[in-house]
């Protein structure tokens, strides 16, 4: 087991690999080296080693036996597998959250949001992240906040946004927050639904357009 000490240098190291995955420094697909990364970041290799342990664990790094750790490869039909999973599980955290979060939980939200808005700051997915850890579910939060909103990032990291889709987010996220306040989770759950589906089919229709190219090449 880890001291404090300890764990607070592999953090270190997890938030450094994340960031050059992030930055594209280690592109998708690409291998991890423990002797290369001990050496940039001054540590010895005990806790690279970890620091991968914890990267796969959040399911952006692959570890077959007898092989470097590597970095995931997110096709487009990983990202719709991920994003149909999401449509169902944030569905249920934010009627959970609309039930557990308090007034003036929700109150701080909707204030943050519209602050953010006006700054013409994103705040798509911090906002997903305080769902999820206001919802009570533990599982659910782990889930979203400690697997599949790494490997979202990851994804956007590397992909645009479609002209206009920022607008239609804040619109979603503002009708989503004020149906929280209402304490109608059903409604929530449904716009939260929609919100992601929109996602999801957008990726639907570039993977066609993408295997229509191909089968015209």
Not at 1 to 10: A, F, N, P, Q, S
Not at 157 to 163: G, K, L, Q, T
Not at 189 to 200: K, P, V
């Amino acid at each position: 087991m880890l001291d404090g000490e300890e764990r607070t240098l592999v953090d270190r190291v997890v938030r450094e690999v994340f960031a050059l995955l992030l930055s594209s420094e280690i592109p998708l697909g690409g291998q991890l080296n423990e002797a290369a990364l001990a050496a940039r970041f001054k540590v010895s290799r005990g806790p690279i080693r970890e620091a991968i342990k914890q990267l796969q664990g959040r399911g952006l790094v692959i570890k077959e036996p007898y092989l470097k750790a590597r970095v995931v490869s997110l096709s487009l039909p990983d990202m719709i597998e991920i994003f149909q999973l999401r449509e169902a599980v944030e569905g249920m955290s934010v009627r959970l959250a609309t039930r557990a979060m308090s007034d003036s939980e929700l109150d701080e939200m909707l204030d943050a949001f519209s602050a953010a808005r006006e700054a013409g700051r994103a705040v798509d997915l911090d906002l997903h992240v305080r769902i999820a850890e206001g919802c009570g579910n533990d599982r659910i939060r782990a889930l979203l906040c400690d697997e599949l909103y790494y490997l979202l990032r990851l994804y956007r990291a590397r992909s645009a946004d479609r002209p206009g889709r920022r607008e239609d987010a804040f619109t979603e996220h503002w009708q989503i927050l004020r149906a929280m306040r209402a304490r109608d989770g059903e409604l929530a759950e449904s716009l939260m639904r929609a919100h992601i589906g929109r996602a999801t089919r957008s990726l639907e229709t570039l993977l066609a357009q993408q295997a229509a190219t191909t089968d015209q090449g």
